[in-house]
C-alpha cells in the first residue's frame, strides 16, 4: 500500500477525492506516517529561510494552513508523529509568528472549542502552546516580544478562560473519587500558561479575573 502514498497525498489535496484519500491514508502502516512526519520536521529546518533550494512561498502558505489540523489529528492518533509535526509547527512559528501566521492560534481546536476535545487531546496542545510561549519568561521586554504576546492574548485569552473555569468546576466539584489523572494535569498545564501571560505583565482579563486563581 506505501506504494501508492504519493497519488493518496495529492488526492487528498482536491475536495472531491480528499474524504476517501484521509481514510486511505489512515490505513497506512505507522512507521510510513512516521517517516514522513520525520521527513515534514527536516525539510521545514533545513529549508524554510535558506537561501538555497527554501520551501517556495506559495507551499509555505499551504503548510501554515495544513500544519494546525495536522498537529490535533496526531495528537488524537499517534503521540510520536504528533511531537515531529509539532517540532514543524514550532520552527516556523518561531519565524513566521506573528506577522506571517496571525491565525495560528485562532485555528487550533482546543483554543476555538475548549470543552470539545478529549482531556489527552486537549492536554497535548496545551502543551503545545506552553511550549511556544514559556520562552517569554527569559526575553527582555521589546516591541517585537510584546506584539507578539498581544496577538496571543487578543484571541487566545477568552477560551483560556473558558477552559480554566470548566476544568476548576470539575475539580472542585464533590465528587466520590479523586480526580483524573488527565484533569490534574490539564489544570497544571492551565496554570503554567497563566504563568507565561503574566510574566511579562499582568493582562487586564487576568487581573479582572484574579481571584479565580
Known amino acids: 500500500m506505501s506504494s501508492d502514498l504519493p497519488s493518496l497525498l495529492l488526492a487528498s489535496l482536491h475536495p472531491a477525492s480528499r ?3 484521509e481514510q486511505s491514508l489512515g490505513n ?30 506559495p507551499d509555505k502558505v499551504e503548510l501554515r494552513k495544513a500544519l494546525v489540523p495536522m498537529l490535533h489529528l496526531s495528537a488524537r492518533d499517534d503521540k510520536i508523529i504528533h511531537a515531529q509535526v509539532t517540532e514543524s509547527v514550532n520552527l516556523i512559528a518561531e519565524l513566521d509568528f506573528p506577522e506571517r501566521w496571525p ?4 485555528v487550533s481546536p482546543v483554543f476555538s472549542n ?17 511550549d511556544h510561549e514559556r520562552p517569554w519568561r527569559a526575553h527582555f521586554h521589546s516591541d517585537a516580544l510584546f506584539s507578539e504576546i498581544n ?12 477552559l480554566f473555569r470548566n ?20 489544570m ?10 503574566t510574566c511579562q505583565d499582568l493582562p487586564p482579563a487576568i487581573e479582572d479575573a484574579h481571584e479565580e486563581f
Not at 478529549?118 to 502543551?127: A, E, Y
Not at 496577538?151 to 473558558?162: A, E, K
Request: glycine residues 4%; hydrophobic residues 40%; proline residues 8%.
Open 19 to 21: 474524504k476517501q484519500a
Open 28 to 57: 497506512q502502516d505507522g512507521s510510513v506516517c512516521l517517516s514522513a512526519g520525520v521527513y515534514l520536521k527536516n525539510v521545514t529546518k533545513l529549508r524554510q529561510e535558506e537561501d538555497i533550494n527554501p520551501i517556495p512561498a
Open 103 to 106: 491565525d495560528l492560534i485562532d
Open 114 to 130: 475548549p470543552t470539545s476535545s478529549s482531556r489527552s487531546t486537549n492536554n497535548l496542545l496545551l502543551t503545545d502552546g506552553h
Open 151 to 162: 496577538c496571543v492574548l487578543s484571541r487566545f485569552m477568552d477560551p483560556f478562560l473558558q
Open 167 to 186: 476544568t476548576a468546576g470539575l475539580l472542585l466539584a464533590p465528587a466520590p473519587s479523586a480526580p483524573a489523572p488527565a484533569l490534574v494535569r490539564q
Open 188 to 197: 497544571t498545564l492551565l496554570l503554567e500558561i497563566y504563568y507565561d501571560f
